[in-house]
């Protein structure tokens, strides 16, 4: 399959209008046009401002994303045939996208342990046997997980439900993703979330972008950058794999770049998986030689100088090139082109939290902001791209499995009840204790736990291990063949611009919108906010502190919100106001740190040790053009050439030390599993790196996490790539 030489452009042009042909023209304009959040990235757009505007109000604002997952929920109801015809034999053999396109799921469904195949269940039958179970087991023996496409008051209620119940297993699908971000930044600037709006990185001449390829996850964020070079600003490029959108994007809301593309990258440097700290501890070290720290900056807002001050004097040059893979020089670049910079946006996505070192990596990017006084201050700062369009909401709404403690004195006041103390698991912590026996219900709502979840024969045995699992989604997933229980039950679920009620979603720039929902597609689903006070009312009864009745409201729902959840007050008064609005204390803007000692702080890491054996190489799991996190639209990624995603991407350098040719099956094995019948295919990613597709190269990925995110190390993986593969 031929590589296209940039990202954007007709191809994206001719993809939507393919999809407006399947699914009507008027269809998939007025759900592009309905006041609805984007149901794909937390970039942000739609909601009160109207369908296809940022938040900057600017239009059109809409991508191939975007559109993919709107047209994923006009599909054709799932026939009741369906599930007769195909039983977990064979849906296990499904690929992620056959499942994902065989049709909305619109009637509960069930299977117990003898079962083949799931079956049609009543909505009655399915909530009564949740709740039954809910009542015998131990409150400590269950999880509750929530994807980041859920709203704020599914997400809210769902965590007071298991914390009324009596437990602290509340987790997300964000422990796979950006928590790394959440505790580094924490950590260092005392809050965990972005400290810039999108107005500030459209006004910003440097723009940072380490680990991440937003071209293919966050699409309308290349106007930004294309805005930041056409204003004569750079865009430094951080990332083991050269992206092709990330080289060169042609924008197609914008003739000129749609007609002669829009060179991205400035710089574009090909560190080591795993050498982000060297490098980073390199460019920090190289701005101290030329004397460009901000010492006034430093004097007032930072504590922790002194201690980092001598790490980058103490540490050579040797130990930075061999820890990053990258010579001084091209970091000396790199400093040249930020100590030019006036206002710099730091901006990472995943190749920096899937580290052992997560936590780590992200604090060694808030070192170097600091050291120029980049955070603080208009134009200027630090900002996780995060995945799900409301990743960050849940997390507010107290999906953790400890609360913030004003969220939790405030909970336990508005309700007058003392909420449980035992220390709740994070979501890598309530698989393992499934996979041990420690757990006996599950509840997702939303996303695809065993397809996310890395050691994929782990997760099966785990989610095996269950008595019961409940699964509220829109479509079928890898989960739903594979993460069974003793007994399962899939539940549909309404799509955000299906809701009967308004829902609310908070981007990665910390601005919350207001959705106004839509009428259903499909007779049979309901929205998650019914199903869940339902099973609480069931549960626990109308005579406690909640009236679970009343909750079914989400205008209810949202006036608990705005008395709990920090920052959110002004929620109480949207249904009546229509006023989106930035979340209160989130954006950094002055010289105040929400940190014990109100300045930011510089921690110190050691370069990590580069993972490396002999005759292994360093795999990274990544997600295609043609997917959105677990959810895979095409087989194709259109940005790396590669028509099917049974492949590992190599350097032509490796295939050639390795003996081995393009095109070569291969088998691929790490310390959990392997994967036979690879396809060898050559790539531009940096020699000793390899690349897999995820979620299905998760077979490989260890459980490990990173100990102060728990976030596993998805993006850093030893292989061994072996020839004797059996002939197919
Ligand atoms: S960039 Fe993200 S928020 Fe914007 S339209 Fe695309 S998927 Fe939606």
Same mark, same amino acid.
């Given at each position: 399959?031929?590589?296209?030489?940039? *990202?954007?452009?007709?191809?994206?042009?001719?993809?939507?209008?393919?999809?407006?042909?399947?699914?009507?023209?008027?269809?998939?304009?007025?759900?592009?046009?309905?006041?609805?959040?984007?149901?794909?990235?937390?970039?942000?757009?739609?909601?009160?401002?109207?369908?296809?505007?940022?938040?900057?109000?600017?239009?059109?604002?809409?991508?191939?994303?975007?559109?993919?997952?709107?047209?994923?929920?006009?599909?054709?109801?799932?026939?009741?045939?369906?599930?007769?015809?195909?039983?977990?034999?064979?849906? &296990?053999?499904?690929?992620?996208?056959?499942?994902?396109?065989?049709?909305?799921?619109?009637?509960?469904?069930?299977?117990?342990?003898?079962?083949?195949?799931?079956?049609?269940?009543?909505?009655?039958?399915?909530?009564?046997?949740?709740?039954?179970?809910?009542?015998?087991?131990?409150?400590?023996?269950?999880?509750?997980?929530?994807?980041?496409?859920?709203?704020?008051?599914?997400?809210?209620?769902?965590?007071?439900?298991?914390?009324?119940?009596?437990?602290?297993?509340?987790?997300?699908?964000?422990?796979?993703?950006?928590?790394?971000?959440?505790?580094?930044?924490?950590?260092?600037?005392?809050?965990?979330?972005?400290?810039?709006?999108?107005?500030?990185?459209?006004?910003?001449?440097?723009?940072?972008?380490?680990?991440?390829?937003?071209?293919?996850?966050?699409?309308?964020?290349?106007?930004?950058?294309?805005?930041?070079?056409?204003?004569?600003?750079?865009?430094?490029?951080?990332?083991?794999?050269?992206?092709?959108?990330?080289?060169?994007?042609?924008?197609?809301?914008?003739?000129?770049?749609?007609?002669?593309?829009?060179?991205?990258?400035?710089?574009?440097?090909?560190?080591?998986?795993?050498?982000?700290?060297?490098?980073?501890?390199?460019?920090?070290?190289?701005?101290?030689?030329?004397?460009?720290?901000?010492?006034?900056?430093?004097?007032?807002?930072?504590?922790?100088?002194?201690?980092?001050?001598?790490?980058?004097?103490?540490?050579?040059?040797?130990?930075?090139?061999?820890?990053?893979?990258?010579?001084?020089?091209?970091?000396?670049?790199?400093?040249?082109?930020?100590?030019?910079?006036?206002?710099?946006?730091?901006?990472?996505?995943?190749?920096?939290?899937?580290?052992?070192?997560?936590?780590?990596?992200?604090?060694?990017?808030?070192?170097?902001?600091?050291?120029?006084?980049?955070?603080?201050?208009?134009?200027?700062?630090?900002?996780?791209?995060?995945?799900?369009?409301?990743?960050?909401?849940?997390?507010?709404?107290?999906?953790?499995?400890?609360?913030?403690?004003?969220?939790?004195?405030?909970?336990?006041?508005?309700?007058?009840?003392?909420?449980?103390?035992?220390?709740?698991?994070?979501?890598?912590?309530?698989?393992?204790?499934?996979?041990?026996?420690?757990?006996?219900?599950?509840?997702?709502?939303?996303?695809?736990?065993?397809?996310?979840?890395?050691?994929?024969?782990?997760?099966?045995?785990?989610?095996?291990?269950?008595?019961?699992?409940?699964?509220?989604?829109?479509?079928?997933?890898?989960?739903?063949?594979?993460?069974?229980?003793?007994?399962?039950?899939?539940?549909?679920?309404?799509?955000?611009?299906?809701?009967?009620?308004?829902?609310?979603?908070?981007?990665?720039?910390?601005?919350? &919108?207001?959705?106004?929902?839509?009428?259903?597609?499909?007779?049979?689903?309901?929205?998650?906010?019914?199903?869940?006070?339902?099973?609480?009312?069931?549960?626990?009864?109308?005579?406690?502190?909640?009236?679970?009745?009343?909750?079914?409201?989400?205008?209810?729902?949202?006036?608990?919100?705005?008395?709990?959840?920090?920052?959110?007050?002004?929620?109480?008064?949207?249904?009546?106001?229509?006023?989106?609005?930035?979340?209160?204390?989130?954006?950094?803007?002055?010289?105040?740190?929400?940190?014990?000692? *109100?300045?930011?702080?510089?921690?110190?890491?050691?370069?990590?040790?580069?993972?490396?054996?002999?005759?292994?190489?360093?795999?990274?799991?990544?997600?295609?053009?043609?997917?959105?996190?677990?959810?895979?639209?095409?087989?194709?990624?259109?940005?790396?050439?590669?028509?099917?995603?049974?492949?590992?991407?190599?350097?032509?350098?490796?295939?050639? &030390?390795?003996?081995?040719?393009?095109?070569?099956?291969?088998?691929?094995?790490?310390?959990?599993?392997?994967?036979?019948?690879?396809?060898?295919?050559?790539?531009?990613?940096?020699?000793?790196?390899?690349?897999?597709?995820?979620?299905?190269?998760?077979?490989?990925?260890?459980?490990?996490?990173?100990?102060?995110?728990?976030?596993?190390?998805?993006?850093?993986?030893?292989?061994?790539?072996?020839?004797?593969?059996?002939?197919?």
């Amino acid at each position: 399959m031929k590589r296209l030489k940039s *990202g954007g452009g007709w191809p994206a042009i001719k993809y939507a209008l393919a999809l407006a042909n399947k699914h009507g023209w008027r269809r998939l304009w007025a759900a592009a046009r309905s006041k609805n959040a984007c149901k794909t990235c937390a970039l942000g757009m739609g909601g009160q401002l109207g369908g296809m505007r940022n938040e900057l109000g600017r239009w059109p604002e809409i991508c191939k994303k975007s559109l993919q997952a709107m047209a994923a929920d006009m599909q054709a109801s799932l026939s009741p045939q369906f599930f007769e015809r195909y039983g977990f034999a064979e849906l &296990r053999g499904f690929t992620p996208r056959r499942l994902e396109s065989a049709g909305r799921i619109t009637q509960p469904v069930y299977a117990g342990p003898e079962d083949s195949h799931y079956h049609p269940i009543t909505w009655e039958e399915a909530l009564q046997r949740i709740a039954d179970r809910l009542k015998v087991v131990s409150p400590n023996e269950c999880f509750f997980y929530v994807s980041g496409r859920s709203s704020n008051e599914a997400a809210f209620l769902l965590q007071l439900f298991a914390r009324l119940f009596g437990t602290n297993h509340v987790n997300s699908c964000s422990y796979y993703c950006h928590q790394a971000s959440g505790v580094g930044l924490s950590g260092s600037i005392g809050s965990g979330t972005a400290t810039v709006m999108l107005e500030d990185v459209e006004h910003a001449d440097l723009f940072m972008l380490i680990g991440g390829n937003p071209a293919s996850n966050h699409p309308r964020l290349m106007r930004t950058l294309m805005n930041i070079r056409r204003r004569g600003g750079n865009v430094i490029v951080i990332n083991p794999v050269r992206e092709t959108g990330l080289v060169k994007f042609r924008v197609p809301s914008d003739v000129r770049s749609l007609l002669f593309g829009t060179k991205i990258a400035s710089l574009y440097v090909q560190p080591h998986i795993g050498g982000d700290i060297a490098l980073l501890t390199g460019v920090a070290k190289a701005v101290l030689e030329r004397g460009a720290v901000d010492a006034e900056f430093i004097r007032q807002a930072t504590d922790g100088w002194e201690e980092y001050r001598e790490h980058l004097t103490a540490t050579d040059w040797q130990t930075i090139e061999q820890g990053s893979g990258v010579e001084r020089a091209t970091i000396e670049r790199i400093a040249d082109i930020y100590v030019a910079a006036k206002s710099a946006v730091f901006g990472w996505t995943m190749g920096i939290t899937h580290h052992e070192h997560g936590v780590q990596n992200v604090q060694t990017i808030v070192n170097l902001a600091l050291l120029r006084g980049m955070v603080g201050r208009r134009h200027a700062g630090l900002l996780p791209i995060r995945g799900h369009s409301n990743v960050q909401g849940i997390g507010s709404m107290g999906v953790t499995p400890v609360l913030k403690e004003a969220i939790l004195q405030r909970l336990q006041e508005q309700y007058g009840v003392c909420l449980p103390t035992t220390p709740g698991l994070d979501t890598m912590g309530c698989v393992q204790a499934a996979g041990r026996g420690e757990m006996r219900f599950g509840w997702c709502l939303g996303g695809n736990l065993y397809g996310s979840n890395p050691d994929s024969a782990l997760a099966e045995r785990a989610l095996n291990n269950l008595d019961l699992l409940v699964y509220l989604n829109t479509t079928l997933n890898t989960g739903h063949a594979w993460g069974r229980a003793r007994e399962t039950i899939v539940l549909p679920v309404l799509a955000r611009d299906e809701e009967p009620q308004k829902t609310t979603q908070e981007s990665m720039f910390s601005y919350v &919108r207001l959705s106004d929902g839509g009428p259903p597609r499909h007779r049979g689903p309901r929205h998650e906010v019914s199903i869940i006070a339902h099973v609480a009312r069931a549960v626990l009864g109308d005579q406690g502190p909640v009236d679970w009745h009343s909750m079914e409201q989400h205008q209810t729902i949202r006036h608990f919100i705005a008395r709990i959840i920090p920052g959110y007050e002004k929620i109480g008064q949207i249904d009546r106001t229509r006023e989106e609005f930035q979340i209160a204390g989130r954006t950094l803007h002055s010289l105040r740190f929400p940190t014990p000692s *109100g300045r930011a702080q510089f921690k110190t890491h050691p370069i990590p040790p580069l993972p490396s054996s002999d005759g292994q190489l360093r795999l990274m799991t990544v997600r295609s053009e043609g997917q959105f996190n677990t959810v895979v639209y095409e087989e194709e990624d259109i940005y790396r050439g590669q028509d099917r995603r049974d492949v590992i991407l190599m350097n032509r350098t490796d295939i050639d &030390r390795l003996g081995l040719t393009a095109d070569q099956r291969v088998t691929v094995r790490s310390t959990v599993g392997e994967m036979q019948n690879i396809l060898v295919r050559e790539y531009e990613i940096r020699a000793g790196n390899v690349l897999m597709y995820f979620p299905e190269a998760n077979r490989l990925v260890p459980s490990l996490t990173d100990p102060a995110s728990k976030t596993p190390a998805f993006k850093s993986v030893l292989v061994q790539v072996l020839a004797k593969a059996p002939l197919t």
